[in-house]
T-cell receptor, first 115, second 113 residues
Framework: ETGVTQSPTHLIKTRGQQVTLRCSSQSGHNTVSWYQQALGQGPQFIFQYYREEENGRGNFPPRFSGLQFPNYSSELNVNALELDDSALYLC??????????????FGPGTRLTVL | DQQVKQNSPSLSVQEGRISILNCDYTNSMFDYFLWYKKYPAEGPTFLISISSIKDKNEDGRFTVFLNKSAKHLSLHIVPSQPGDSAVYFCAAMTTDSWGKLQFGAGTQVVVTP
């Protein structure tokens, strides 16, 4: 069973550019959540996808968007990058079935630096 | 608006002693709480959880206590081991916002020999 993987590991962009981050979910998982962790803070929920549909969103502007693919891999896209977007971006996958909460497994993250 | 707070950014404890990590929350709708552990260059890993219908949950060396009236939970690690040195995050959610976790800022634990 492979774990959650993310690519790239590190990324440097300039203000105003666009970025795409990728996440490969753990085998058998149908839900992926994305989090932003700024330096010295805890992860903040960006959004969640369940079976390719957005299933909830945190307090992030529309320039943060996502996709989940039929194989349950996922992308996080950020347009018009700002300096404050510099952070560690984490994805977490899990299996949603009914109302029972199942553990989320996190990837190692992508460190984004915006200059 | 920080709904989950960990007011101690760091904790140093001797090997073999008890580590106590604290977490406060403001949203009374939270009904499921989790602790995660994070090593550098790795994602957070799930440690232990507790439902709001309980006040204590144990798993080996780890025990989580929940005081709903005080909106406070704590994680006890007994005995502390060098491998426990990591950042610990408290997280909370409501069952109608399945899996959408609200995290605290974390506590860096250092276990010294």
């Amino acid at each position: 069973e492979t774990g959650v993987t993310q690519s790239p590991t590190h990324l440097i962009k300039t203000r105003g550019q666009q970025v795409t981050l990728r996440c490969s979910s753990q085998s058998g998982h149908n839900t992926v959540s994305w989090y932003q962790q700024a330096l010295g803070q805890g992860p903040q929920f960006i959004f969640q996808y369940y079976r390719e549909e957005e299933n909830g969103r945190g307090n992030f502007p529309p320039r943060f968007s996502g996709l989940q693919f039929p194989n349950y891999s996922s992308e996080l896209n950020v347009n018009a990058l700002e300096l404050d977007d510099s952070a560690l971006y984490l994805c977490a996958s899990s299996y949603l079935a009914g109302v029972k909460y199942n553990e989320q497994f996190f990837g190692p993250g992508t460190r984004l630096t915006v200059l | 608006d920080q709904q989950v707070k960990q007011n101690s950014p760091s904790l140093s404890v001797q090997e073999g002693r008890i580590s106590i990590l604290n977490c406060d929350y403001t949203n009374s709708m939270f009904d499921y709480f989790l602790w995660y552990k994070k090593y550098p260059a790795e994602g957070p890993t799930f440690l232990i959880s507790i439902s709001s219908i309980k006040d204590k949950n144990e798993d080996g060396r780890f025990t989580v206590f929940l005081n709903k009236s005080a909106k406070h939970l704590s994680l006890h690690i007994v005995p502390s081991q060098p491998g426990d040195s990591a950042v610990y995050f408290c997280a909370a959610m409501t069952t109608d916002s399945w899996g959408k976790l609200q995290f605290g800022a974390g506590t860096q634990v250092v276990v010294t020999p």
